[in-house]
């Protein structure tokens, strides 16, 4: 867990963790999302409701999150 600028700093970690786990991606602009994972492409919209999150599966493919509400 961490913000923007430690997984920037510490770029490789990500890039180890993805390989064989899921990384979730949370209250991120979508510029800092790239940056973060490193990836050109735009991941899929979130609500601006702050309920969604990207998730990054370890093959590579992001998706969106929700968390179910209770």
Do not use: K, N
Request: aromatic share 8%.
């Amino acid at each position: 867990m961490g913000d923007v600028e430690a997984w920037q700093a510490q770029w490789g970690a990500l890039a180890a963790l993805r390989s064989t786990h899921t990384v979730v991606v949370d209250h991120c602009t979508v510029g800092e999302f790239r940056a973060v994972t490193r990836s050109r492409a735009l991941p899929p919209p979130l609500a601006p409701d702050g309920e969604a999150f990207w998730v990054v599966a370890a093959e590579g493919g992001v998706v969106r999150g929700i968390l179910p509400h209770h």
